[in-house]
């Protein structure tokens, strides 16, 4: 497969977050065509930061600046990734930025080996002290969880997921399942996780039927025998508001069963007696103004 950094490769920083793809990769290059402007920023013969515009200049044919990241002045470069991408990518939600700041936390804690320095404190590199880890997992995750303002809990449940299921934590950023499903999948017992995984993104695509809600009919009290036409209007009046607060379409069992009992046709009287008296009361009080 070639290469699409021209022999360059992205540092494991960088790869916290995704690449652009698809129609919204075709704008960006598009905005690329007229040359690269913003030089792509190197950090340890790798790519902390341009990797969509070293890829683009490539397919285009375009010269691409470059310039070194410099840790003494510039500080984490942990830091600078989050503010360079998550900050300009406001679309991505809660959970795209739990993953990204994981798998952020994972990069720059890493696991040196033989001689590769790349997970070490930019200090021991220069200095040449011996090779170790710059924190434990735990201490790394509360750096990032200052750094980025993601929770450490919410990079927890996903590392948790990651190590027990990465093909739980893939189908999250596919948008499949919800990060509480993939903590499903992950928690049920290693044998059972694909058939467990293949349930939660078939529950998933299923479409949702959620019952209608019926709006709360107030209940209004009878009148009083001895009350004054004042208090006669307000209960008509509320009665009224009663029978407009009636949803017919999520109350249609309701009503078929008062049919079937014929106490409809009683309600049906009753509501022509009020109308008659609303209407007669109306004309009375109109007639009395002129």
Same mark, same amino acid.
């Given at each position: 497969?070639?290469?699409?950094?021209?022999?360059?490769?992205?540092?494991? #920083?960088?790869?916290? %977050?995704?690449?652009?793809?698809?129609?919204?990769?075709?704008?960006?290059?598009? #905005?690329?065509?007229?040359?690269?402007?913003?030089?792509?920023?190197?950090?340890?013969?790798?790519?902390?930061?341009?990797?969509?515009?070293?890829?683009?200049?490539?397919?285009?044919?375009?010269?691409?600046?470059?310039?070194?990241?410099?840790?003494?002045?510039?500080?984490?470069?942990?830091?600078?990734?989050?503010?360079?991408?998550?900050?300009?990518?406001?679309?991505?939600?809660?959970?795209?930025? @739990?993953?990204?700041?994981?798998?952020? !936390?994972?990069?720059?804690?890493?696991?040196?080996?033989?001689?590769?320095?790349?997970?070490?404190?930019?200090?021991?590199?220069?200095?040449?002290?011996?090779?170790?880890?710059?924190? +434990?997992?735990?201490?790394?995750?509360?750096?990032?969880?200052?750094?980025?303002? *993601?929770?450490?809990?919410?990079?927890?449940?996903?590392?948790?997921?990651?190590?027990? +299921?990465?093909?739980?934590?893939?189908?999250?950023?596919?948008?499949?399942?919800?990060?509480?499903? @993939?903590?499903? *999948?992950?928690?049920?017992?290693?044998?059972?996780?694909?058939?467990? #995984?293949?349930?939660?993104?078939?529950? $998933?695509?299923?479409?949702?039927?959620?019952?209608?809600?019926?709006?709360?009919?107030?209940? *209004?009290?009878?009148?009083?025998?001895?009350?004054?036409? #004042?208090?006669?209007?307000?209960?008509?009046?509320?009665?009224?508001?009663?029978?407009?607060?009636?949803?017919?379409?999520?109350?249609?069992? %309701?009503?078929?069963?008062?049919?079937?009992?014929?106490?409809?046709?009683?309600?049906?009287?009753?509501?022509?007696?009020?109308? @008659? $008296?609303? +209407?007669?009361?109306?004309?009375?009080?109109?007639? !009395?103004?002129?």
């Amino acid at each position: 497969m070639t290469n699409p950094y021209g022999g360059l490769k992205p540092h494991p #920083l960088a790869e916290s %977050f995704p690449m652009i793809e698809g129609d919204a990769y075709e704008r960006f290059r598009d #905005l690329v065509k007229p040359g690269v402007r913003t030089p792509i920023v190197m950090f340890e013969g790798m790519i902390l930061d341009g990797r969509n515009r070293k890829k683009a200049s490539q397919e285009l044919g375009l010269a691409c600046p470059e310039r070194t990241y410099d840790p003494d002045t510039e500080g984490d470069p942990a830091a600078f990734v989050w503010s360079e991408n998550a900050d300009g990518r406001r679309h991505m939600d809660k959970t795209e930025l @739990a993953i990204a700041a994981e798998k952020l !936390a994972t990069a720059r804690q890493g696991a040196p080996k033989g001689n590769d320095n790349s997970a070490l404190d930019p200090k021991q590199r220069r200095t040449g002290a011996p090779l170790k880890k710059i924190s +434990s997992p735990d201490k790394t995750l509360e750096d990032i969880a200052k750094t980025t303002g *993601v929770p450490k809990r919410a990079m927890q449940q996903v590392r948790r997921v990651t190590t027990a +299921s990465p093909e739980a934590i893939e189908a999250v950023q596919e948008k499949k399942i919800t990060l509480k499903a @993939a903590e499903r *999948v992950a928690k049920a017992p290693e044998e059972e996780r694909p058939a467990v #995984l293949k349930e939660e993104i078939k529950k $998933a695509a299923a479409p949702r039927k959620r019952a209608p809600k019926s709006r709360a009919v107030p209940q *209004v009290p009878p009148p009083k025998p001895d009350a004054d036409p #004042l208090e006669l209007i307000k209960t008509l009046q509320s009665a009224t508001g009663a029978l407009i607060n009636i949803d017919l379409a999520t109350d249609v069992p %309701f009503f078929r069963n008062e049919i079937t009992s014929g106490r409809l046709d009683q309600w049906t009287k009753e509501l022509q007696e009020l109308a @008659a $008296a609303a +209407s007669e009361l109306s004309q009375k009080i109109g007639k !009395a103004k002129k």
